[in-house]
């Protein structure tokens, strides 16, 4: 179905998300949403015809382990609440460690390339037939942008997603910011991923801002949409009339009219790009990607995240491996990788062989520095009590407790610990955090009583 033009809506600009001229559809972080009811603003965008996809950065399908059944009965209770065509999620692993290992569950808080082998390769496609099974509606995989690349990689990105479109018959959802990122920081170039890619399997496209330190792009969601971006949605454009496209904003939210003026820009970047399309057509003498095999790297006996050098996919290969499910031992394998490289982000354990070490520290350290914004937007207190030490104490707390079940019990974790340490060294202080946490840790919220004699000793005190 054609979606037409997007924005994705977030509670802190829901109200100019409904009065910005021409929306024809939004979509909605998954993870936010009830499953039994909608905030006030998507009703009625919904009782105006506007379409709201929801749209899914915890299941993690890249992940050595199989989907979690309970995610996905959530993400499945969401599509059918809102009624959409589809659900979309992402090509990476959020999570590591567990019983493929025997070593403690890591949750990375953002989302992690998996490595372009055919190992990878077949422990995401099972994942992605089992959320099929589970879900209501189609699926639709976004690529994603990444900081670092795995050693060893047996296939471009292009290649790597058009497999998995004809073993899953899956839909993409292509960001041509992710493009670009990839492109200043892994030096792949978007023309040729869309070259490769079945641009026919388009479910919708996103368009996202980021900025550049010291030569590596950070995709903030939190800039401006830059014009390298809109030139990798030309060339999308050039391939593909996109059924959709969607701006995407997370944070540091600029006014309405800002939001208006990219939108606008977007509509005439694909109505520029379709004329010029129109007016040069590609050569259609070349077939299409559906109807000739690429060239590809051969197989090779390298574990997931080896160090063997990819073949150049210019060089005739041997036919790609074809098999029927997804065998233990390369779960394993995937599960062994990909808990060597999250440890190595977020415990300080030793980086695998092959990486870039000086990527694996800016990665650690942004990491880091997400966990410890999204902490104190899911527990606005503690910045409060914390004062203008919060950001030092939380970093510091980061580099030796590994986040394991989510930023909320993230938030409540780092309490403890500082409370365990006798800190803040302010009594006051203490005394509010220690509230604060009996409050969300005890198995049932305080009672009213219990609140008003704490507020009332809290003005006795002076605070």
């Given amino acids: 179905m054609r979606l037409g033009i997007g924005i994705g809506w ?10 910005l001229p021409g929306i024809d559809w939004v979509e909605a972080v998954a993870e936010n949403l009830c499953a039994d009811h909608l905030p006030d603003s998507l009703v009625r965008l919904r009782e105006r015809g506007v379409t709201v996809v929801p749209h899914g950065v915890s299941l993690g399908l890249g992940g050595a382990d199989r989907p979690d059944a ?57 994942n992605v037939r089992i959320a099929q099974d589970s879900l209501p509606v189609p699926l639709a995989l976004e690529n994603i942008a990444a900081l670092i690349s795995w050693p060893g990689e047996e296939l471009t990105e292009g290649q790597f997603l058009a497999e998995l479109v004809e073993r899953t018959g899956v839909r993409l959802l292509i960001d041509v910011a992710n493009l670009h990122t990839n492109h200043v920081n892994r030096g792949e170039d978007p023309a040729k991923a869309l070259d490769e890619l079945p641009v026919e399997a388009i479910a919708y496209v996103h368009v996202a801002g980021g900025v550049e330190k010291d030569g590596v792009w950070h995709d ?23 059924p959709g496209a969607l701006l995407e904003r ?9 939001l208006a003026d990219e939108l606008t820009t977007i509509r005439a ?13 590609r050569d259609t003498a070349a077939p299409k990607a559906a109807d000739a ?20 996919p210019d060089v005739p290969s041997a036919p790609r491996p074809v098999r029927t499910g997804c065998a233990p031992a390369v779960r394993e394998r995937a599960a062994l990788a990909q808990t060597a490289l999250l440890s190595a982000l977020v415990a300080g354990t030793p980086a695998p062989e092959g990486f870039d070490q000086r990527r694996l520290g800016v990665q650690s ?10 902490v104190a937007k899911v527990a606005p207190e503690l910045p409060e009590i914390l004062g203008a030490d919060y950001r030092d104490t939380y970093l510091a707390y980061a580099m030796t407790r590994p986040m394991s079940a989510g930023y ?41 009583t219990t609140r008003l004699v704490r507020a009332a000793r809290a003005v006795l005190v002076g605070k």
């Fill in 10 to 19: 977030r509670p802190e600009i829901a109200d100019a998300v409904e009065a």
């Fill in 293 to 312: 095999p690429y060239t590809v790297a051969p197989r090779t006996a390298t574990a997931v995240g080896g160090s063997a050098a990819p073949k150049d």
């Fill in 365 to 374: 350290r942004a990491l880091a520095a997400k966990r410890a914004g999204v």
């Fill in 408 to 448: 909320r019990r993230d938030a409540l974790d780092f309490a403890e610990q500082l409370l365990i340490a006798g800190r803040p060294a302010d009594a006051a202080a203490r005394r509010r955090l220690t509230h604060w946490w009996q409050d969300r840790a005890a198995p049932r919220p305080p009672r009213r």
């Fill in 220 to 242: 903030t969601h939190a800039h401006p949409v830059t014009r390298p971006v809109l030139d990798v949605l030309t060339e999308l454009r050039s391939r593909v009339d996109p």
């Fill in 269 to 281: 970047t694909l109505k520029a790009a379709a004329a010029t399309a129109t007016a040069s057509p």
């Fill in 250 to 258: 997370d944070d540091d939210f600029p006014p309405a009219k800002e």
């Fill in 70 to 126: 309970g995610r996905l009965a959530d993400l499945a209770a969401r599509a059918e609440l809102l009624g959409t065509p589809l659900v979309t999620e992402h090509i990476a692993f959020v999570r590591a460690g567990g019983p493929l290992t025997a070593s403690p569950r890591l949750e990375a808080g953002h989302l992690l390339p998996v490595p372009r082998t055919w190992d990878a390769l077949e422990v995401l496609c099972e």
